[in-house]
T-cell receptor, first 114, second 112 residues
């Protein structure tokens, strides 16, 4: 297993366009998390899934953001009508729901909205 | 709500110096505590963890003890190396959801 994989690594988009990011978690992990990290700050929680169910969403996740995890495997995070304030690093993490529950992070997708 | 506060950086040390990065938290319930590290150009990596009061997490010469009485989880290393230069994040993990709340990060620069 190569760990948590995120694609693309970098995305530059024009304001108002839609973007979609993908996360492939560690295969046996049933929990998947999305975080956002801006420069000089720690990651902030956006949402998480247990299997295919989205169990919690942060207030940071406006109605322009939507996340899915069909079949409880990979997940996508879509941002509609992007704004310059959406520019950030989007991080995905996965963990088991039982036991140590240690979250393993992907390398992130850096979004730049111009 | 739950929160984590870390000492502000950057922290600049000479090689072989002693390191302390302070971390305090506010939480309800019984969270786990973590230190993650982000090396230049790389993703977040777990450095160490502690799941209950008085537990000591350790890895690669780094240590931190879960102190419930002082709500702290300070990171220490007896002798830092240039290769330890990175950003260090203290985080609190919900025992129910596993959701992490991070501090703002502390940049460590170790000079030869």
């Amino acid at each position: 297993d190569t760990g948590v994989s995120q694609n693309p690594r970098h995305k530059i988009t024009k304001r108002g366009q839609n973007v979609t990011f993908r996360c492939d978690p560690i295969s046996e992990h049933n929990r998947l998390y999305w975080y956002r990290q801006t420069l000089g700050q720690g990651p902030e929680f956006l949402t998480y899934f247990q299997n295919e169910a989205q169990l919690e969403k942060s207030r940071l996740l406006s109605d322009r953001f939507s996340a899915e995890r069909p079949k409880g495997s990979f997940s996508t995070l879509e941002i509609q009508r992007t704004e310059q304030g959406d520019s950030a690093m989007y991080l995905c993490a996965s963990s088991l729901a039982v036991g140590p529950r240690v979250a393993f992070f992907g390398q992130g997708t850096r979004l730049t909205v111009v | 709500g739950d929160s984590v506060t870390q000492m502000e950086g950057p922290v600049t040390l000479s090689e072989e110096a002693f390191l302390t990065i302070n971390c305090t938290y506010t939480a309800t319930g019984y969270p786990s505590l973590f230190w993650y590290v982000q090396y230049p150009g790389e993703g977040l990596q777990l450095l160490l963890k502690a799941t209950k009061a008085d537990d000591k997490g350790s890895n690669k010469g780094f240590e931190a003890t879960y102190r419930k009485e002082t709500t702290s989880f300070h990171l220490e290393k007896g002798s830092v190396q240039v290769s330890d230069s990175a950003v260090y994040f203290c985080a609190l993990g919900s025992s129910n959801t596993g959701k992490l709340i991070f501090g703002q990060g502390t940049t460590l620069q170790v000079k030869p």
